[in-house]
């Protein structure tokens, strides 16, 4: 008895080209939604900061856009030891820069610096205090109490410069920093700060914070 056989043709190659197309078509459409479901807390938060005002306030810090990255350099801490800058991601960051002699104004941001992070109260946790020094000069032993629990690391001027930026007149050691838990520099405070000035940043930080609360926890 003859064997039944049945003669399937072979599929054209334009069409597994087109169907492998497809493939990857889809495959990079998931990717993308994936991403953007992950990152959707996050994008509300600055959505949610950046754009919904419903109560029409104004920032006393200045929004910086576009956010500038952290760069991917290695910075030197007190003991000369190489450190990654990038290592400080994971935390809201505010920064201070500033010659290792510190002079008056560094003394005075260092000192805001710390009653913004301390008045944070149960925040406080989110957000760590930077001084980034830009030349050799050894920090003096009577600002090691100033700089209890912060990170104090070297690094070269011109390097900050490509990150951080003053407002036209004025030099990077003017200001404090904001730096998202990303590491973008996102907002810089006016300079010369003083009492009133500082109590007007604490609502800017508090807002920061409480903006990025569904994503954004204590610790790295």
């Not at 072979?10 to 495959?27: I, K, N, S």
């Not at 200045?62 to 800058?85: F, N, R, Y």
């Not at 001084?131 to 600002?143: H, I, M, R, W």
């Not at 907002?187 to 109590?199: C, E, K, W």
């Amino acid at each position: 008895m003859p064997l039944g056989m049945t003669v399937h043709s072979l599929p054209h190659p334009d069409e597994v080209a087109h169907a492998d197309e497809l493939r990857t078509r889809m495959g990079r459409w998931k990717m993308v939604v994936l991403m953007l479901i992950c990152a959707s807390p996050v994008i509300a938060s600055y959505f949610t900061y950046y754009v919904v005002r419903p109560d029409g306030r104004r920032n006393y810090g200045e929004l910086i856009s576009p956010q500038k990255d952290m760069p991917q350099v290695h910075a030197t801490d007190l003991k000369g030891q190489s450190v990654a800058l990038n290592s400080l991601k994971g935390q809201w960051l505010l920064v201070t820069v500033a010659a290792g002699h510190c002079a008056e104004r560094c003394q005075q941001n260092l000192y805001f610096q710390r009653q913004l992070r301390e008045v944070l109260g149960k925040d406080k946790d989110r957000v760590d205090r930077v001084l980034l020094v830009t030349d050799k000069a050894s920090v003096s032993d009577s600002l090691l109490p100033a700089l209890n629990q912060a990170y104090v690391l070297r690094l070269e001027a011109s390097i900050l410069r490509s990150w951080l930026s003053p407002s036209q007149g004025y030099q990077l050691e003017d200001h404090l920093y904001v730096i998202d838990p990303m590491g973008n520099f996102m907002m810089r405070f006016p300079a010369n700060m003083d009492v009133p000035s500082a109590t007007k940043a604490k609502k800017d930080l508090e807002r920061l914070l409480r903006a990025s609360a569904s994503w954004d926890q204590p610790g790295r």
